[in-house]
Nanobody, 124 residues
Framework: QVQLVESGGGSVQAGGSLRLSCVLS????????MGWVRQAPGKEREGVAS???????YYADSVKGRFTISQDAPKNTLYLQMDSLKPEDTAIYYC??????????????????WGQGTQVTVSS
């Protein structure tokens, strides 16, 4: 049974930084495309960043230049470094995975495994 466990959310002032972590258990990490998806109250899910095809990365336009996705495959861990945070980044952030290598960035609806979510709150 694949499980994703996130950590690292919290509250920060605008301009601050947070790092999210996600550990995958129950299968071989290298078989998965991984990503971060967020959802703010009253808004649709948004794919924030992903690693697919083993090493290709994708970023939403809204976070380019501020967020960095990375992974430590031997530790089965995915990271999201979030810098220069803005109030509009406030959302629940979910780690997500799909057991496939994609030739394009996975969309939120492509992911089949989800973490429990971690709250990120950015105050102005």
């Amino acid at each position: 049974q694949v499980q994703l466990v996130e950590s690292g959310g919290g509250s920060v002032q605008a301009g601050g930084s947070l790092r999210l972590s996600c550990v995958l258990s129950g299968d071989t990490y290298g078989r998965y495309s991984m990503g971060w998806v967020r959802q703010a109250p009253g808004k649709e899910r948004e794919g924030v960043a992903s690693i697919y095809n083993g090493y290709d990365t994708y970023y939403a336009d809204s976070v380019k230049g501020r967020f960095t996705i990375s992974q430590d495959a031997p530790k089965n861990t995915l990271y999201l470094q979030m810098d220069s945070l803005k109030p509009e980044d406030t959302a629940i952030y979910y780690c997500a995975a799909v057991r496939a290598w994609w030739l394009r960035p996975p969309k939120p609806e492509d992911f089949t495994y989800w973490g429990q979510g971690t709250q990120v709150t950015v105050s102005s």
